[in-house]
């Protein structure tokens, strides 16, 4: 059983910086994909859940970050700790939502929230403005 534990969210003000991190156990973080998502606030009964994939990584460490936050968001691993890590600079208020860590056993990371088994139970980020 692969469990996530996702930490590091806080209200911060725009312009500003935090860095989220997600503790995996269960399996090797090498065996798997992983994934960082949204739940914008107000939007949870929108189509899966609300959820938008910000940036994932494939398990060879190989990564992509979607249009919204790059060059603001950067998803990296420590595989000798089985952490994932997602640095986020540049805060936007756009960019308050709780964020969960998701994994799925597979070579290659998706956008989709439905591809990923196994969930954290997020972590808040506030972005005054």
């Known amino acids: 059983q692969v469990r996530l534990v996702e930490s590091g969210g806080s209200v911060v003000q725009a312009g500003g910086s935090l860095r989220l991190s997600c503790a995996v156990s269960g399996l090797s973080l090498d065996r798997l994909a992983i994934g960082w998502f949204r739940q914008i606030p107000g939007k949870e009964r929108e189509g899966r859940n609300g959820l938008s994939c910000v940036a994932n990584s494939n398990s060879d460490g190989s990564s992509y970050e979607v249009d919204d936050v790059k060059g603001r968001f950067n998803i990296y691993r420590d595989d000798a700790r089985n952490m994932v890590y997602l640095q986020m600079n540049n805060l936007k208020p756009e960019d308050t939502a709780r964020y969960f860590c998701?994994?799925?056993?597979?070579?290659?990371?998706?956008?989709?929230?439905?591809?990923?088994?196994?969930w954290g139970r997020g972590t808040q980020v506030t972005v005054s403005s």
């Open positions: 998701a994994a799925d056993i597979s070579l290659a990371a998706t956008l989709l929230s439905a591809e990923y088994d196994y």
